[in-house]
């Protein structure tokens, strides 16, 4: 019932204002689909490769905590078990408590509120290599994870602004691959700067070396995040207005009125959608495996018997198979318009990863485990968010669902990354037991949601007619105006 309330003030919203839409211009109607691919191709190069790289970074500062404990972080503070997972843990304290920044980038320049991220996160990163104590280390800690909370999340709502719906799955797979695809080079990366004699502390050289290029990125990112499709430096004239008639067939309006205000309203209608919550219960079960794995996969590779070395170099394969598969998903998805099915599979593929790692002893299966687990965990969480925007039918809507599935699902975090104590190595099979159950548990919850969407849309339909009944009648008709909001032509993407 209260999601129908949430669904149903959407759809009034929207098509109380649909008279005022602007009416489509003949760049609108005309363009080609080959002229909006090489948009879409050109959105890509500029802003994903960008998105992807300072992502990387942002994930490189948030988990190198892991390999500078190998590399005497440990020694030199004198950390227990327990002050080495507040030190994980305080990071994901302060990304939950910093969430409600997304809304910073509709509300706020892009360019701005991504430059000011990226700054704060880099400095706070390369500061901590002066860190005299365990305390110290935590208050940087908790600073590092507020400004990463308004840049990983942000940007995820940015996409919704670029791209239609059906491309937007991809676009988060590539964005957030950038984690696993850091995790296959950041063992090697930590071991090239603390395998040296330098004059200072290993682990403070990491921080060092891997915190400066963020800092320099900052000033990147202020110059070349566009504020708007339409103010993007590297699109024509031509493809400008091409860029105008995509914003109004996803809502409505130009691109450049979608930043600047939030509908106060609609960031409580959120809180009574069950699709949203959901989402963010998805969020959680694939949180908790998706924040202890990076952080704690050399470490279980070297309680199989590896050195410190091989451990890092051998946790790279794995990584690297997540990074290809979390591209490869979210294209399917996205082709297919079956979030929720790719979403089960790729779940039950994690799940049964960890199975194997909770049950045989052989190194060389539970190796090979690890690359299901991998695979499994990394695609999980770009399909969600994805599967989130694509269910919500506003700006703000879409903008306070991504806070929604953080504030629960960054939650997740604080469970993952407890349960891989050193005292139950070198198998963990309490750890391994409750990520498998959370994995299946995920693919669960894809299924109920896939049953949820399907009610709503066969709503939709006996409300609206059906969208191939909509077109025959309306043949004439070039676009399918505000089709990403709540409306006439708004279907919930399955």
């Not at 005292?423 to 548990?441: D, H, L, Q, T, V």
Request: include cysteine; glycine fraction near 8%; hydrophobic fraction near 50%.
């Amino acid at each position: 019932m209260l999601d129908d309330v949430a669904s149903g003030s959407g759809e009034d919203q929207v098509s109380a204002a649909q008279p005022k839409m602007p009416q489509e211009d003949d760049a609108s109607a005309k363009h080609s689909a080959a002229q909006e691919a090489r948009i879409v191709s050109k959105l890509d190069w500029n802003l994903m490769s960008l998105f992807f790289v300072l992502y990387m970074l942002a994930f490189l500062d948030r988990g190198n905590i892991g390999n500078a404990r190998i590399a005497g972080l440990e020694e030199e503070f004198h950390l227990s078990n327990s002050q080495y997972q507040w030190l994980i843990n305080i990071f994901y304290i302060a990304y939950v408590l910093a969430e409600f920044g997304v809304l910073l980038w509709k509300r706020f320049p892009p360019h701005i509120v991504g430059a000011v991220a990226v700054f704060g996160w880099g400095l706070i990163a390369t500061v901590q290599a002066g860190a005299q104590s365990w305390s110290g280390l935590m208050a940087l800690r908790l600073l590092l994870g507020v400004f990463e909370a308004c840049y990983g999340p942000g940007i995820i709502y940015l996409l919704s602004f670029f791209y239609l719906r059906r491309e937007i799955g991809f676009r988060c797979g590539i964005f957030v691959s950038a984690a696993p695809l850091a995790s296959t080079f950041a063992g090697a990366l930590a071991y090239g700067i603390t395998s040296g004699h330098a004059h200072i502390s290993n682990w403070r050289l990491l921080f060092l070396v891997e915190g400066i290029p963020t800092v320099l990125m900052s000033v990147v990112a202020f110059l070349f995040i566009p504020d708007s499709p339409e103010k993007a430096r590297f699109l024509n004239s031509e493809e400008r207005e091409i860029v105008k008639a995509r914003a109004r067939r996803q809502v409505g309006t130009d691109a450049s009125e979608r930043v600047g205000s939030v509908r106060f309203k609609d960031l409580f209608l959120v809180l009574l959608d069950a699709k949203a919550w959901m989402c963010a219960l998805l969020y959680f079960s694939g949180n908790v495996t998706y924040s202890s794995l990076p952080v704690f996969l050399p470490t279980i590779l070297k309680d199989m018997g590896y050195t410190a070395i091989n451990a890092q170099g051998l946790s790279a394969p794995p990584s690297f198979a997540a990074f290809m598969c979390a591209l490869i998903t979210t294209w399917i998805a996205d082709r297919t318009q079956q979030r929720c099915l790719v979403l089960c599979f790729v779940s039950v593929i994690g799940g049964t990863g960890y199975i194997i790692l909770a049950t045989v002893k052989t190194v060389g299966v539970r190796y090979f485990a690890t690359f299901l687990a991998s695979a499994g965990v990394f695609s999980t969480i770009p399909n969600i968010l994805a599967l989130t925007l694509n269910n919500q039918g506003s700006d703000t809507r879409r903008g306070m669902s991504i806070v929604l599935i953080n504030l629960i699902g960054q939650t997740g975090p604080f469970l993952g990354n407890n349960i891989f104590p050193t005292s139950e190595s070198p198998r963990y099979i309490k750890g391994m037991s409750i990520c498998a159950a959370f994995m299946f548990f995920s693919a669960f919850l894809a299924l109920a949601q896939r049953f949820l969407l399907s009610w709503e849309n066969a709503k939709l339909d006996r409300k609206y007619g059906t969208i191939a009944a909509q077109e025959e009648a309306n043949k004439e008709a070039s676009e399918n105006i505000a089709a990403e909001n709540y409306g006439p032509n708004f279907r919930f993407v399955l």
